[in-house]
């Protein structure tokens, strides 16, 4: 009964390769997101979508496409992957905010630790 | 000015004591607050929300809002080694969805 589940956990590629991460959350909820955490440790919301629509696209280069079938999956694909392209990417998602939904309290995803060689 | 600012610890207290993190924002229209705490290796983990001034308390928990001053804080009573993890400070700013993070703050508890 995970709510936020990612595949793969680990992923290990060399430079230039294209990879693709998957999520998938089963709360019902109508949002989702990808944060990537650096080495640092700081988490920073990338891309965001809402019942299959992007809403929020950050700072990101075109190379990470995220794609969303229906409002329970959410993917990353990341095309000629770069060594700074290093990180843990978590998905999350939420309730849409609106009727009776104010606060957007996200639950987070086990996480993808991808490493480029 | 950084969005949301943590003290990057670590915060060492001995068990049983009560830890204290701090957190501050800079922008006055953020609307939602959060503590989510993260172990090593693990994602983070939603412990705590407060989005009117004042306190709020779940079990050893307490979050405290201070709008006027754009401070937030967690207290965690009766600190116990299993609480030894980073905790991020969250806002997130009226009518967007998205979080904005802290750096986190370390909290070890020592035995």
């Known amino acids: 009964d995970t709510a936020v589940s990612q595949t793969p956990k680990y992923l290990v590629t060399q430079m230039g390769n294209d990879k693709s991460i998957k999520c998938e959350q089963n709360?019902?909820?109508?949002?989702m997101y990808w944060y990537k955490q650096d080495s640092k440790k700081f988490l920073k919301i990338m891309f965001s979508?809402?019942?299959?629509?992007?809403?929020i696209n950050e700072t990101v280069p075109n190379r990470f496409s995220p794609k969303s079938p229906d409002k329970a999956h959410l993917n990353l694909h990341i095309n000629s992957l770069e060594l700074g392209d290093s990180a843990v990417y978590f998905c999350?998602?939420?309730?849409?905010?609106?009727?009776?939904?104010?606060?957007?309290?996200?639950?987070f995803g086990p996480g993808t630790r991808l490493t480029v060689l | 000015q950084k969005e949301v600012e943590q003290n990057s610890g670590p915060l060492s207290v001995p068990e049983g004591a009560i830890a204290s993190l701090n957190c501050t924002y800079s922008?006055?229209?953020?609307?939602?607050f959060f503590w989510y705490r993260q172990y090593s290796g693990k994602s983070p983990e939603l412990i705590m929300s407060?989005?009117?001034?004042g306190d709020k308390e779940d079990g050893r928990f307490t979050a405290q809002l201070n709008k006027a001053s754009q401070y937030v804080s967690l207290l965690i009573r009766d600190s116990q080694p299993s609480d030894s993890a980073t905790y991020l400070c969250?806002?997130?700013?009226?009518?967007?969805?998205?979080?904005?993070f802290g750096t986190g703050t370390r909290l070890l508890v020592s035995p």
């Open positions: 999350a998602s939420s309730q849409e905010m609106g009727v009776g939904v104010f606060y957007n309290e996200q639950f």
């Open positions: 709360l019902g909820h109508d949002t």
């Open positions: 979508y809402n019942n299959k629509e992007l809403i």
């Open positions: 922008d006055r229209v953020s609307q939602s």
């Open positions: 407060i989005y009117s001034n």
């Open positions: 969250a806002i997130t700013l009226r009518g967007f969805q998205k979080l904005v």
